[in-house]
């Protein structure tokens, strides 16, 4: 049979075996009118008062809104919010803040192909940097003791709006609600305790699972006990287009989002599989080999101990260069090497939380990439394999399996979450 899966701009037809299990996400038409599900979110908001009565004259607004490494729609949601703040607040009075976390800075070019001309002309656009001490404000000990420092323009605006979009998240649950405030808005030190080993290594911290997950615990106490005024996410199909809205107080608001993404993304298998073909989810998701560990991530939840994991992922930023991701990935002799000595630190190292997921998951499964962008070398270094011919090495791995040996495809890797039925808490 022929599948296409995504991958980097264009995507990947393959030929692989029939009778594979293609899992994919419960189909969603994209809404017929966007900007008007949008403006019924804002106007018909899950709970609490619309926006617009949300905010006086005079007062400064701050937007938070995803980087560059992430679909949100943001060429539609900041101008739907732009719109109905009209005739209230002068748009000199606005910032947007791309909500990077630990992420790069998002260039000028990059910025203007996110949020479009017109937003990047009219509005201040600020990239997050949660190095820089000198932009953050200390805002308390909340949480399991999480020591919260935040972006300073940020908690200075008299109106804080935050904007995402929503998807099952490896280790976060759901993406999208309070994670725009932190880790999106959060400095260095905050999101090192959010991803601490014991947080990333406990079992609940997983696909979703929001309650009782020790990460999105502590991400909703920080962004409940800090205040945003209003939440603005939507949920998208597999073209990345709108299919819902929702707005309004950020906790009821984002617990609405995440029971429809729920149905629409996260999908039952009946049991585990030899092999598991997944992808990066294609461009923007797919730029480098950090974020494609989503990808392997998704395939995990479904493949047998000592499976094999395929994951497809053009990587034109590479592994990242900056970050220490590529240096502390490569700097250890096996990935249980590696389990052993995170489990062993004292404090937490930037990056080192993608490090353990793929860690852990390579220590139980063969992963192996395909990228056109990251050599043979690059890859061993990260104790990985890479095949120019995937096909080919699914029909090898199927045969030494034995003749009844499982195939599952993850077309649009973690954009669908597979789970075996009953296991998903």
């Known amino acids: 049979m022929q599948t296409r899966v995504a991958y980097g701009e264009s995507g ?7 009778g594979a299990t293609v899992v994919t996400p419960s189909h969603r038409q994209a809404a017929a009118d966007p900007r008007e599900t949008l403006r019924a979110a804002l106007r018909r908001p899950v709970a609490g008062p619309p926006l617009r009565e949300r905010v006086s004259r005079g ?45 790069r ?48 323009e940020w908690c200075d605006a008299d109106v804080r709006i935050t904007t995402g979009f929503v998807e099952p998240h490896f280790f976060a649950g759901f993406s999208g609600g309070p994670k725009l405030v932190a880790p999106g ?30 990460v999105h615990d502590d991400v909703r106490t920080i962004a409940e006990a800090t205040g945003v005024t209003f939440a603005l996410d939507v949920v998208l199909n597999a073209d990345q287009a709108i299919v819902e809205a929702f707005g309004g107080d950020i906790l009821p608001m984002h617990e609405a989002a995440t029971a429809f993404a729920k149905d629409v993304a996260m999908q039952p298998v009946d049991d585990r599989f030899d092999v598991v073909i997944t992808t990066g989810s294609g461009y923007p998701l797919d730029q480098n080999l950090y974020q494609s560990v989503k990808g392997m991530s998704a395939a995990y939840k479904v493949v047998r101990k000592g499976g094999m994991i395929v994951c497809a992922a053009e990587c034109r930023d590479g592994f990242p260069d900056h970050g ?40 139980d499964s063969r992963v192996v990439m395909h990228t056109s962008y990251l050599s043979d070398a690059d890859l061993a270094a990260a104790h990985l394999e890479q095949t120019d011919d995937i096909p080919g090495t699914v029909e090898k791995a199927l045969r030494e399996a034995g003749s009844s040996a499982r195939l599952c495809v993850l077309p649009e890797g973690p954009q669908t979450v597979p789970y075996v039925a009953g296991e998903l808490a």
């Open 185 to 214: 808005l959060a400095a260095l030190e905050t999101v090192l305790v959010l991803h601490d080993a014991a947080r990333i290594g406990d079992p609940r911290a997983t696909w979703g699972i929001t309650h009782g997950n020790p």
């Open 324 to 363: 220490s991701y590529r240096t502390s990935l490569t700097s250890g002799a096996s990935p249980e090497e590696m389990l052993t000595e995170i489990a062993g630190r004292d404090h937490t190292v930037p990056d080192q939380w993608q490090i353990q997921i793929q860690a852990r998951i390579q220590a």
């Open 59 to 103: 007062q400064t607004v701050a937007i938070s809104a995803c980087d560059i490494t992430r679909p949100q729609p943001r060429e539609l949601m900041i101008p739907a919010i732009l719109d109905e703040l009209d005739g209230i607040v002068d748009l000199d009075d606005v910032v947007v803040l791309v909500a990077t976390g630990t992420h």
């Open 12 to 18: 990947l037809w393959l030929e692989l075996p029939d």
């Open 105 to 152: 800075a998002n260039t000028e070019a990059e910025l203007r192909a996110m949020f479009g001309d017109e937003v990047v002309d009219s509005v201040r656009i600020v990239n997050h940097d949660s190095r820089a001490k000198d932009t953050m404000v200390w805002r308390g000990t909340f949480g399991r003791d999480v020591p919260v420092w935040l972006n300073r």
